[in-house]
C-alpha cells in the first residue's frame, strides 16, 4: 500500500508533462495520432503560422507592388484586395493583427502529394480591414493575405 501511494504522485507528474509538452508545441495530437505533421482540429482555429510570404503579399497586393498594379490596369475592381495608403511595414503591422483575430473558412482539398490550404480570415480594428489569409496545411506557412470587401447583409 505503502508503494502504491509514492507511485501515483509520480505517475501524475509524468502524464502532466507529457501533456504540458503536447500544448505547448502549439500542435493539438490525440496519443494514437502522434506524428511530425500537425493535427487540425476543428475546436481550434488553426495551426501556429511559421511565417508569412512577404514578398508575395508585397508583390500582389500592395499599391507599390508591380503584379498588383498590373491586375489594376487589367481589372480596376482588384483595388479590394489591395492595401491602401499603407508601406510595407503598417501592411506587416495589419496583416498580424488580423492573424490574432483569424477563423477558418475551409479547407483546401489538394492532389495526391500535394499540401492543403487552409483559408481564415480575421479582421483589424484599426485599418478595418477583414483580410484573407491562404496557410500550407504542411510547411505552416501563410502564403498570401489580403484585403477582402466584405458583403453586407
Request: proline share 4%; with cysteine; charged share 25%.
Amino acid at each position: 500500500m505503502y508503494q502504491a501511494r509514492l507511485c501515483l504522485p509520480i505517475l501524475f507528474v509524468i502524464l502532466h508533462a507529457n501533456a504540458f509538452s503536447l500544448q505547448t508545441s502549439g500542435v493539438v495530437l490525440r496519443n494514437e495520432e502522434i506524428s511530425s505533421k500537425p493535427y487540425i482540429v476543428d475546436s481550434f482555429k488553426a495551426i501556429a503560422a511559421k511565417g508569412f510570404n512577404w514578398e508575395h503579399i508585397f508583390e500582389n497586393h500592395s499599391a507599390s507592388g508591380k503584379v498588383a498594379k498590373q491586375r489594376l490596369k487589367a481589372d480596376p475592381d482588384y483595388i479590394y484586395s489591395i492595401y491602401q495608403n499603407m508601406t510595407n511595414a503598417q501592411i506587416q503591422s495589419c496583416v498580424q493583427r488580423a492573424w490574432k483575430s483569424k477563423e477558418k473558412i475551409k479547407i483546401q482539398s489538394a492532389a495526391p502529394g500535394e499540401s492543403r490550404r487552409i483559408q481564415y480570415r480575421g479582421y483589424d480594428a484599426d485599418t478595418n480591414y477583414t483580410i484573407e489569409f491562404w496557410q500550407n496545411e504542411d510547411s505552416g506557412f501563410v502564403e498570401t493575405a489580403y484585403p477582402i470587401k466584405v458583403k453586407k447583409p
